[in-house]
């Protein structure tokens, strides 16, 4: 470590692993079994704790909690990880706790996430790519966000839940059910709202790709279908943007938002 990159009234724990160029600002405190990659900048007045990696790029703003034990009065004290990605933004007042020795051990965020002030990511969760987490989104533990989900500020989502890929939450969303990949949500209890079509068109979608998948949402949600029936009429469609929707669906055993 270099003394310049490290405010001397910073606590690191000698056996803390950070790159050289890692900064980090005045009375953060970061504990032993931490591993910091190049690039990092840690602001002032963070706690790092725990079996915690994070990767390169990643900036952690003031005030963030990273690492500690679940909030789960199941676990004892096993040992359970964080891993953090690279380029990810954590701002202030996040809190990303480790995993539980009842799940996989670890909770994961990966890579280009924007992340902002007040989130809560429990135990176990697994935050893909390019997400948006809004401010004072939540996620209690064992819960799946996938690759460019948005989640509105103060979206809450229960514990074992899955947000699809492409999905965007309103605000205030309280979230019980999976929901499909692509799918717009609202309410308590969160409802389907057409498709994430502005997202999609962000991110590349052609407009015959939109076509196809509000086609299969109207399978799935106005043809007065029962899911096993959408399932059935979606598995005959071969097309790679439909069947990122099937595959969810085949795989969710918590159900889904109707």
């Known amino acids: 470590?270099?003394?310049?990159?490290?405010?001397?009234?910073?606590?690191?724990?000698?056996?803390?692993?950070?790159?050289?160029?890692?900064?980090?600002?005045?009375?953060?405190?970061?504990?032993?079994?931490?591993?910091?990659?190049?690039?990092?900048?840690?602001a002032s007045h963070v706690t790092i704790n725990g079996d915690t990696s994070i990767g390169i790029g990643n900036r952690i703003y003031q005030y963030?909690?990273?690492?500690?034990?679940?909030?789960?009065?199941?676990?004892?004290?096993?040992?359970?990880?964080?891993?953090?990605?690279?380029?990810?933004?954590?701002?202030?007042?996040?809190?990303?706790?480790?995993?539980?020795?009842?799940?996989?051990?670890?909770?994961?965020?990966?890579?280009?996430?924007?992340?902002?002030?007040?989130?809560?990511?429990?135990?176990?969760?697994?935050?893909?790519?390019?997400t948006v987490l809004a401010n004072n989104a939540s996620l209690a533990g064992h819960v799946q966000v996938h690759d460019y989900a948005v989640l509105g500020g103060?979206?809450?989502?229960?514990?074992f839940c899955n947000i699809g890929a492409h999905v965007i939450t309103a605000v205030g969303s309280v979230v019980f059910k999976d929901i499909p990949p692509y799918v717009a949500a609202a309410g308590y209890d969160a409802k389907p709202h057409g498709i994430n079509t502005e997202g999609l068109k962000r991110r590349g979608y052609s407009a015959d790709s939109l076509l196809q998948i509000k086609r299969a949402y109207k399978t799935l949600y106005r043809k007065g279908l029962s899911l096993a029936e959408a399932k059935l009429q979606l598995s005959s469609v071969t097309r790679d943007d439909v069947r990122l929707l099937t595959a969810f669906l085949n795989a969710s055993t918590r159900g889904i938002i109707r």
Not at 10 to 35: F, M, N, Q, W
Not at 154 to 159: A, D, G, P, S
């Open 1 to 42: 470590m270099l003394a310049a990159k490290i405010h001397a009234t910073a606590i690191i724990h000698p056996t803390a692993e950070l790159d050289s160029s890692v900064e980090v600002g005045p009375y953060s405190i970061i504990g032993p079994k931490v591993r910091i990659a190049a690039g990092s900048v840690i």
């Open 64 to 130: 963030a909690s990273l690492g500690e034990a679940p909030q789960d009065k199941k676990y004892q004290g096993e040992p359970t990880r964080l891993v953090i990605g690279d380029h990810n933004t954590i701002r202030e007042f996040c809190t990303i706790n480790r995993g539980t020795a009842q799940d996989r051990g670890v909770t994961e965020i990966a890579n280009d996430n924007w992340i902002m002030a007040y989130v809560h990511i429990a135990h176990d969760c697994q935050v893909g790519n390019h």
């Open 154 to 159: 103060f979206t809450l989502v229960h514990q």
